[in-house]
């Protein structure tokens, strides 16, 4: 059984900084591929960062800018969010994913197992 469990999220002012964190049980994320939505009710979800932890090769949207970083730690097959310089329009519920099918990793549809996401309110 396949589980992913997101904490870290929170209330912040604008300026600044949270860690997100997504614990994984029953599936491995070391030589693998995770990554972090983010969806605003009413709104698609949208990717905001990839890794391929067996080389730490990351992506990123676009609206990051710089102000994310994604990193993996392999003993205790997590994956982590450093978010700064948090804006009101980062405001969203997180979720971490994995299990990549390959192909356009910006799309939800590309990953089977989800976590239940954690809130990151920005005001």
């Known amino acids: 059984h396949v589980q992913l469990v997101e904490s870290g999220g929170g209330s912040v002012q604008a300026g600044g900084s949270l860690r997100l964190s997504c614990q994984a049980s029953?599936?491995?994320?070391?030589?693998?591929?995770a990554a972090w939505f983010r969806q605003v009710s009413g709104k698609d979800r949208e990717a905001v960062a990839h890794?391929?932890?067996?080389?730490?090769?990351?992506y990123y949207a676009d609206f990051v800018k710089g102000r994310f970083t994604i990193s993996h730690d392999k003993v205790k097959n997590a994956v982590y969010l450093e978010m700064s310089n948090l804006q009101p329009e980062d405001s969203a519920m997180y979720y971490c994913?994995?299990?990549?099918?390959?192909?356009?990793?910006?799309?939800?549809?590309?990953?089977?197992?989800w976590g239940q996401g954690t809130q990151v309110t920005v005001s």
């Open positions: 994913a994995t299990s990549y099918r390959g192909g356009d990793w910006e799309s939800p549809l590309n990953y089977k197992y």
């Open positions: 029953g599936w491995t994320l070391s030589d693998n591929y």
């Open positions: 890794i391929w932890t067996a080389y730490g090769v990351t």
